[in-house]
């Protein structure tokens, strides 16, 4: 239990100092442009998989 109170403690710090710097506004930017990224190949993969399961039938 200790162990888990330790690490959670150095993930604490860690977050903190990335809240309080700069790092924070661009790893959301990034994370945005990720989202966005992997909404569009979603979008992708299901229609050619519905196109896929038409050319089947």
Known sequence: ???WIVVFLVLA???GLFGFTGISAAAAGMAKILFYIFLIFLLIAVVMGLL???AAT
Do not use: K, P, S, V
């Open 52 to 54: 896929g399961g038409m």
């Open 13 to 15: 710090l860690i977050a």
């Open 1 to 3: 239990m200790i162990t």
